[in-house]
């Protein structure tokens, strides 16, 4: 299973981008990265997620390089509601196909007023 | 988007009783669901996985006769923690996978369990 790296904890000031990096330099061809985020005390939300193009939707841009050894999730106009410990998983196929998450430690994203 | 429910949100029990925590689907249908718990300041740890009409499978190390998981419709998984001791006081995070259409996982709000 393809592990990724993530920093502890980032700072960013209010209404600038937030760029969260990722390793997984043992990424399979088959496997997606996810991006999802948890708010204190709540259950994880969903962001985006990718395969090998770069994707945006309304929460967030990601971004990932061409030998799918990193990627990028940027949130482009933070705001304090961003706090967060945003988890960038790559997605396993667990027993009997169904394809479980597994969460490694995440970042820490303080956003600063 | 996709809405996943847990109740209790909360709930305190005593040292050896049975506490029954649910996991709704309210939006669409769950093949699958995934039960995590969580201890404070740490990340989620995935405890088993369940699908609709068959048995759980259960991560290694997590004692299936004290955490029992029934999927008894596409709609609601239940988790019990049987014979609680306070070292299983966590907070129990479900997430589900709708049946149609595409991959992600919703997860449930938690329910935080405290065993006195």
């Known amino acids: 299973d393809a592990k990724t790296t993530q920093p502890t904890s980032m700072d960013c000031a209010e209404g600038r981008a937030a760029n969260l990096p990722c390793n997984h330099s043992?990424?399979?061809?088959?496997?997606?990265v996810y991006w999802y985020r948890q708010i204190h005390s709540q259950g994880p939300q969903y962001i985006i997620h990718?395969?090998?193009n770069n994707e945006t939707n309304e929460m967030a841009s990601l971004i990932i390089t061409e030998d799918r050894k990193s990627s990028t999730l940027i949130l482009p106009h933070a705001t304090l509601r961003d706090t967060a410990v945003y988890y960038c998983?790559?997605?396993?196929?667990?027993?009997?196909?169904?394809?479980?998450?597994?969460f490694g430690q995440g970042t820490r994203l303080t956003i600063n007023p | 988007g996709a809405v996943v429910s847990q109740h209790p949100s909360r709930v305190i029990c005593k040292s050896g009783t049975s506490v029954k925590i649910e996991c709704r689907s309210l939006?669409?249908?769950?093949?699958?669901m995934f039960w995590y718990r969580q201890f404070p300041k740490k990340s989620l740890m995935l405890m088993a996985t369940?699908?609709?009409?068959?048995?759980?499978?259960?991560e290694q190390g997590v004692e299936k006769d004290k955490f029992l998981i029934n999927h008894a419709s596409l709609t609601l998984s239940t988790l019990t923690v049987t014979s609680a001791h306070p070292e299983d006081s966590s907070f129990y995070i479900c997430?589900?996978?709708?049946?149609?259409?595409?991959?992600?996982?919703?997860f449930g709000p938690g329910t935080r369990l405290t065993v006195t």
């Open positions: 990718g395969l090998k």
């Open positions: 043992t990424i399979s061809g088959n496997e997606y």
């Open positions: 939006d669409f249908q769950a093949t699958t």
């Open positions: 998983i790559v997605r396993v196929a667990g027993i009997q196909g169904a394809q479980k998450l597994v």
């Open positions: 369940s699908n609709e009409g068959s048995k759980a499978t259960y």
């Open positions: 997430s589900a996978r709708a049946q149609f259409g595409g991959s992600e996982q919703y």
